[in-house]
């Protein structure tokens, strides 16, 4: 049985005042996103990760190195300690995994973008496969960047487990790539929350892919609470 678990990046300024972030505005992690990701990392730090595949984003790969250090903390324990062979996930920078890119959106702020492009912002909450956003690509190439980026990824191990540290949109493209859903209909009912943990696996490797867990952030109540 192989899993794949996705992770949407930390909190960012931008996601706290609503700034359409993408591919070119690229915010750091803030300190509640820091948080995320280190409480993100001890989530995963027992599962035997083979690969973690992140976006080339500031936040992403910020988010990614939290949970990299975790699994060499854990992996190095199982070695010295415990006397098991246990390898440290390989970790990739991948641009396929970037955010869709929303041109001249980004750095905007969503009631900005309404009350400038009021049309185009009802059709993308409406029928997203139908956008193209100005100075960057549509939905439909985004969707389909991340299929290929996808199918790259999984074909690097076809057994072991693999992480994916990306962007709300990309992982809601990422589902609808992988279970052949219809965008307009789904891609607005896919929550990612920062830091949610999502799980699918597939049993034998000629299995349909099921998903065992979907946005999970159970390992970040405490602080989300504050």
């Given at each position: 049985?192989?899993?794949?678990?996705?992770?949407?990046?930390?909190e960012t300024?931008?996601?706290?005042?609503?700034?359409?972030?993408?591919?070119?505005?690229?915010?750091?992690?803030?300190?509640?996103?820091?948080?995320?990701?280190?409480?993100?990392?001890?989530?995963?730090?027992?599962?035997?990760?083979k690969f973690?595949?992140?976006?080339?984003?500031?936040?992403?790969?910020?988010?990614?190195?939290?949970?990299?250090?975790?699994?060499?903390?854990?992996?190095?324990?199982?070695?010295?300690?415990?006397?098991?062979?246990?390898?440290?996930?390989?970790?990739?920078?991948?641009?396929?995994?970037?955010?869709?890119?929303?041109?001249?959106?980004?750095?905007?702020?969503?009631?900005?973008?309404?009350?400038?492009?009021?049309?185009?912002?009802?059709?993308?909450?409406?029928?997203?496969?139908?956008?193209?956003?100005?100075?960057?690509?549509?939905?439909?190439?985004?969707?389909?960047?991340?299929?290929?980026?996808?199918?790259?990824?999984?074909?690097?191990?076809?057994?072991?487990?693999?992480?994916?540290?990306?962007?709300?949109?990309?992982?809601?493209?990422?589902?609808?790539?992988?279970?052949?859903?219809?965008?307009?209909?789904?891609?607005?009912?896919?929550?990612?929350?920062?830091?949610?943990?999502?799980?699918?696996?597939w049993p034998?490797?000629?299995?349909?892919?099921?998903?065992?867990?979907?946005?999970?952030?159970?390992?970040?109540?405490?602080?989300?609470?504050?």
């Amino acid at each position: 049985m192989r899993r794949l678990y996705l992770v949407r990046h930390g909190e960012t300024d931008a996601n706290l005042n609503h700034i359409v972030e993408g591919q070119i505005f690229n915010s750091p992690l803030n300190e509640h996103g820091r948080e995320q990701a280190k409480l993100t990392g001890r989530a995963l730090a027992d599962i035997d990760l083979k690969f973690i595949y992140v976006s080339s984003a500031l936040r992403a790969r910020q988010t990614a190195v939290e949970i990299l250090k975790n699994q060499v903390i854990q992996k190095t324990f199982e070695r010295e300690i415990c006397g098991l062979e246990s390898c440290v996930p390989k970790f990739r920078i991948h641009s396929g995994l970037l955010e869709i890119n929303q041109g001249d959106f980004e750095g905007m702020k969503s009631e900005e973008i309404k009350e400038k492009c009021g049309d185009l912002y009802r059709n993308y909450k409406t029928c997203p496969a139908e956008i193209v956003f100005p100075g960057g690509e549509s939905v439909i190439q985004a969707r389909n960047r991340i299929a290929q980026t996808l199918t790259e990824i999984m074909e690097s191990d076809p057994d072991g487990n693999i992480l994916v540290v990306s962007h709300g949109g990309a992982l809601a493209l990422a589902f609808i790539c992988l279970f052949g859903w219809d965008i307009n209909g789904m891609f607005h009912s896919l929550k990612n929350d920062n830091c949610g943990i999502s799980i699918i696996e597939w049993p034998e490797q000629t299995s349909r892919p099921r998903i065992v867990v979907m946005n999970d952030t159970c390992h970040l109540i405490k602080i989300n609470e504050r």
